[in-house]
């Protein structure tokens, strides 16, 4: 048994506030990718799901008179850096491992190399599967972070991805 599943962090309401500020179409896609990644390459399918459902929740919304500003989402942006704080938080407060906590916080620190001053760094098997499903999911212009989904929609789908995660990790823990 898991101690957080995918619909408990996605009913909680600090989840809710930053995964629809962020897209939760896209993080739903994302987590379901990385789920996929994750089985393919025999990473935690669960950190993996966690870590693409939450990997945007740092997103800040760079509004000038009304308009989304790159220029100033480019110079200003730390959305791995506070989405990884936020997600950690969230975690641990939903009774998360510590340990499991890190890992997944750490797999959204580095989703991507946009804030990073180099594109060098030498990502974990798990880092690379959170960058490469967001990758999957992106839309020319940003237009993944719009599209839409119902709360119904995406509850169900995460439900559906806890019990795939669930089967998996007890088909794992017996062939141990
Ligand atoms: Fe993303």
Partial sequence: MRDVTLLNIFEHHIAQKYLNRSGLSHAVAVSHHAYKLALAQRQN???AAKAGLLHDIGHFTWYKNGKWDYD???K?????IKGAERAHKLLIRLGENPVSAKTIALAILFHTDSFLPSNDIVRTPLQQIVKWADEKDEEEGGLHHYRKISYERARDSLEKLDKLIDSHLEQESKAE
């Fill in 72 to 74: 100033l989402y480019r």
């Fill in 45 to 47: 399918v669960d950190f």
């Fill in 76 to 80: 200003n942006d730390i959305h791995p």
